[in-house]
Each structure stands twice: as structure tokens, then as C-alpha cells.
């Protein structure tokens, strides 16, 4: 008996992996027979598609929640009320929990962390002439965009010793903006955010190498930041890509939730299609985006925002 019930766990373990398989091949001839998709000959990674454009903005959710905890506990820390703050920033936003309001400061960092976005440098190079063709830059950018994705440890191209490359100049500048948006929201008793949040970590060229012996949460906030900084940079390269570019998006307050091109940043059992169907009652809006979306013809990559009741 214990024998069989060993072979129908196996089976139904190699069910669901085919299942998954069969998901994703899916989803790829959906691509590749879109009309409107002028994507490359193959889906195998060998170019930018929209497919890789949408793990890479997953990618921005994850670490930009990751460093969102890091920021707030250094803000705690400091005797700053987070809730109060993030509260005041966005003051016609109802609160499902009062823990949705670490959402405020994720939007924050992504606002940061995605301006200039639509400029096809970020505003990170010399302004020196562009001499390259448009099918010659959409190859670099993904060849840039594969050498870039398999780091383990993006920290050594940020550290002050490193050779000068687009990456860390694209760091050093985000993590200045950062702190002065976040300086901006006026939380209290804080004089210095950046020495708060990432001590002396942080210096005018990088990450200064002999100060990875200090605080091992001022370490990690620096290294959750640079992981970040990545995974937009990464979203960057497979944009200017792709034929045409990707579009980005950034749903504004109060418009009408789409879900079309958007999607809750809450994974809460309360929330069911039904709640948001034409024929529901309910109608809900956008408190505010938190990951920005993106358009390629018509493939869209959702919006991550914080839904709310409409009035």
C-alpha cells in the first residue's frame, strides 16, 4: 500500500510539472502568434521578448519590497511613525490594514528608482553624440541585459574600487535621489537619512569596500538597494530592446482600476473577479501605482497598484 500511494505522489508531482510546462509553452505560442508581435525568430532567450519583460518587472516587486522593510525598520528605528507618514503622503487613500501603508514607501522607491525611465540612457551617459543605429542599440542593450542578469553579486560593480561603468553611475545617482525623496517626506527626528539607512556604506563613488565590516542591516540595505537597482536597469535594457520600444505606464490617482492593464498589489483572499466584473456594484479606483506597467503593441505587462473603493 505504502508503496502505490509513493507512486501516485511521484505521478502527481510529474502531473503538475508538465502542467506548469504546458502553462508556459502556452503563453509563448500565444506570443509568437500575436499579430501585433514583432518580436524576433525565437523565444529562447536568444533576444528580447516581452515574456522576459514581464519576469523582470515581477523581479522590481520582489526586491523593491524587500528594500521597502529594510527602509522602514531604519525608520522605526529612528523613532519615526511610518504609518502616520505614509498616511499624510497620501491623504484621500483609505486603508484596507494599517500595514498597507508600507506600500506608500515601495511606490516611493519605485517612483524613484523608474524616473527618467523613458530616456534611453536614464540621463546616466556623456552627452556625447549617438552614432549608433537603432538595430545596433537594441542588440546591445540585450546583450547588456544578459550580461547583467546572472550576477550573484551585482555589489562588485558598484564597489568605489571598480572600473567606471553605466551600472554604478546609475546606482550612485539613485541611491542620492532616493535619499533626498525619502528626506522630502518629512518624517521627524530625521536629520540624515542616508547615514540612517545605509550608515557610511555609501560613499560619492560606490560602495566603500572597507566599510562592509560595519553593521551588518546597514550591509544588507545596501545590498537590497543594489539588487533593486538592478532589476529596473534590467527592465531598462530588455525595453530599449525590443521592437518597438516598450512603453512604460504609470496609472494615476483615482483612475478606474483596469485590470486589463493593471493589478493589485494585494494578494488577499477578500479580492475575486467578481468583485471587479462590469456587472459588479463595487466599483474600485487607484489609491496609487506602485510598479509601473508597460505596453509592446498590444502585449501588456500589468501595473502593480493599490486598489480602493470609489466613492
Not at 483612475?255 to 462590469?278: A, C, H, P, Q, V
Not at 463595487?282 to 508597460?294: A, D, K, L, R
Amino acid at each position: 500500500m505504502r508503496k502505490l500511494q509513493s507512486e501516485v505522489t511521484e505521478l502527481q508531482r510529474l502531473l503538475n510539472s508538465k502542467t506548469t510546462e504546458n502553462a508556459h509553452l502556452k503563453r509563448v505560442v500565444e506570443l509568437g502568434n500575436s499579430q501585433e508581435y514583432n518580436g524576433g525568430e525565437s523565444f529562447l532567450e536568444t533576444e528580447a521578448t516581452p515574456h522576459l519583460l514581464h519576469k523582470a518587472v515581477d523581479r522590481v516587486n520582489t526586491t523593491s519590497g524587500i528594500l521597502t522593510k529594510f527602509l522602514m525598520q531604519a525608520l522605526k528605528n529612528s523613532g519615526v511613525n511610518c504609518s502616520s507618514v505614509a498616511k499624510a503622503l497620501v491623504p484621500s487613500v483609505v486603508f484596507e490594514r494599517d500595514g498597507h501603508t508600507k506600500f506608500v514607501y515601495q511606490a516611493l522607491v519605485c517612483d524613484v528608482l523608474f524616473d527618467q525611465f523613458e530616456n534611453d540612457s536614464f540621463h546616466i551617459e556623456d552627452n556625447a553624440p549617438d552614432t549608433l543605429d537603432s538595430e545596433t542599440r537594441m542588440k546591445d542593450n540585450f546583450e547588456r541585459y544578459k550580461q547583467l542578469n546572472d550576477l550573484e553579486n551585482p555589489e562588485e560593480l558598484v564597489y568605489d574600487d571598480a572600473a567606471d561603468n553605466d551600472f554604478r553611475r546609475f546606482c550612485n545617482k539613485k541611491q542620492i535621489d532616493l535619499i533626498a525623496a525619502l528626506s522630502r517626506t518629512g518624517a521627524p527626528g530625521v536629520e540624515n537619512v542616508g547615514v540612517l539607512v545605509f550608515g557610511k556604506v555609501f560613499g560619492p563613488d560606490g560602495i566603500r569596500r572597507q566599510e562592509l565590516a560595519t553593521s551588518v542591516t546597514e550591509v544588507k540595505s545596501a545590498s537590497s538597494f543594489i539588487k533593486l537597482a538592478l532589476s529596473v536597469f534590467l527592465v531598462h535594457k530588455l525595453a530599449f530592446a525590443l521592437r518597438p520600444t516598450a512603453e512604460i505606464f504609470r496609472p494615476t490617482r483615482k483612475m478606474k482600476f483596469n485590470r486589463n492593464y493593471m493589478e493589485s498589489i494585494l494578494m488577499s483572499t477578500e479580492e475575486s473577479d467578481d468583485d471587479e466584473g462590469d456587472n459588479s456594484p463595487i466599483v474600485f479606483g487607484v489609491g496609487f501605482t506602485i510598479v509601473p506597467g508597460f505596453k509592446v503593441n498590444r502585449i501588456v505587462v500589468h501595473s502593480k497598484v493599490y486598489k480602493v473603493r470609489r466613492a
